[in-house]
């Protein structure tokens, strides 16, 4: 039997086998450089190699051997596939592989055949190898071995370049690396140096395992995690059962992700870390550059994608907000002209109807203050130019200020109307600003008056003793007050709109209530601006809703019965 150097032979017959048997060196008189048989299992069944006693082998010692013991591919679980390809195929298949034998590797040219039983059944493959290119190369000069290798990290780094998909990028990180370099499990991390721990963004592995994706470590928890950010050097930890090489992802010295490589050393299935040379890891940490450099670029294509959609979004929020603005401006501008041209023309048929004209024109003006006073606030918060005096404000004081304007228009809704205040044996201080306190109070009523048919509008406050620490001063405690009413409501879904400058809920919906959608926006901003917090709360459409903010307490006054401490703000 003779087998050429293209080993055309498409299959052996057992009877051709059996003749083998009976001749010293059997596998031998193919022809090949390296010739073994082994089973759907990786036992060698019978071996041959010219090179066996150069490197203190003999061909008896393999038989009866499986792969992972003296003469074994570095990637058994590659290889393995093409071992049961070729039994489940009947057909042969040519390969480049890495084999290991006394500590040292051999780049080899493989070609296996399937072994056909009397029944034209495959249980067993012959293996036919030679050296690449006629050369044997040891594992502490592996010089072709680290060429292949440049080479397909480098094309790596080159794929993984071509898009600006941070996600992508993540997850071809992770194959093409945890594949190439033969490696159990293969984790990329996010790292931003302000957060101070990494998140799992991508993982490869070869072992059926939990995922590890979203987990985040805190990085003052792994020396090893810190040494690699600080050094930006790839550094290899071993211990009785893995060896895991970690190297950090950088750009412009700066790291922004980790990539660790585990090797599960009881398999013995990879190409281990301490085997590698200091040029084989410096160039993984080239190809960690690489990917680092393609991580900033997306995620600086990425923030730049965000800006410019909230960009847009602004920009048709402060259209919309025009457009709506001006038919609020009209509204009671047109009033007032025609009740005032109404009276200038003599047509009021009394003094009454006259004062009835200039009551609804001074109606109309004060409602256009309003808007314009609501527009020129936002417009001083965005600048950031809102500047507030804080001092000493009365609770009962402030009450008292919002109910005289808000009452008589919860009477002629025919809704009820309360205001309940915290059961003290003294005044209740607050620090803040008056006026922008009671800002805040009418808007939230005018809202829920504004949206709210039937039932009614109802105020409280409580006190709670939680001291904390505003511009540098500490306070004993706030007061939380609540505005709550039983009108339209908003469905959950939309209850993130509420506190967007220049943004109504529904416009198609609230429209026929007026406003600039404003209310509660500035109403955020002066709350905030005073040390405090606001929230709104509604379980849905029709529902009703309630509003709460929360204002630093001057002075702890002295309470009947005082709330427990821990409350949602």
Known sequence: MNVNANYSQPSLSVQNLDLLDTISNPLGIIGAELAFIQNADGCYLAFYWQQAKEHGITDEQIIGTALDEIFTPVNQKDYREKLQKVIQSAMPEQSQCLFRCAEKLFFLDITLVPVLTASAQTNTVLV?????????????????????????????????????????????????????????????????????????????????????????????????????????????????????????????????????????????????????????????????????????????????????QQAEEASRLKSEFLANTSHEIRTPLNGMIGFLKLILEGMADDPQEQQEFIQEAYSSAIHLLDIINDILDIAKIEAGKMELELGPVKLDELFVAVEEFTRTQAEQKNLSFHICMPDTSDEIILHGNYQRLKQVLLNLVSNALKFTHEGGITINADVVRKKFTFQNQEFPGLVKVRVADTGIGVSLDKQDKLFQSFSQVDGSRTRQYGGTGLGLTISQKLVEAMGGTVNFYSMGEGLGSTVTFTVPLYQVPVMVSIPTENFDV
């Open 128 to 308: 036919m190898g030679r050296s690449h290119e006629g050369q044997v190369k040891t594992a502490n000069h592996p010089t072709e071995t680290f060429a292949r290798l440049k080479k397909q990290l480098t094309q790596i780094a080159r794929n993984i370049r071509r898009t600006l998909d941070l996600d992508i990028i993540w997850q071809q990180a992770v194959d093409s690396l945890g594949k190439t370099l033969g490696a159990t499990q293969c984790i990329i991390y996010s790292y931003l140096p302000e957060q101070g721990y990494l998140r799992a963004v991508a993982e490869y592995t070869t072992e059926p395992s939990p995922s590890m994706i979203g987990l985040e470590l805190a990085i003052a928890q792994d020396p090893s995690f810190c040494q690699a950010l600080a050094t930006l050097q790839p550094i290899i930890i071993e211990t009785t059962q893995q060896i895991q090489l970690i190297v950090a992802t950088c750009y412009q010295d700066q790291p922004n992700g980790l990539i660790s490589l585990v090797y599960d050393t009881t398999q013995r299935e990879q190409d281990c870390p301490q085997q590698w040379s200091v040029a084989e890891k410096d160039l993984v940490g080239e190809v960690a550059d690489q990917i680092g450099t393609a991580i900033a670029h997306a995620t600086l294509y990425k923030e730049l994608e965000l800006a410019r």
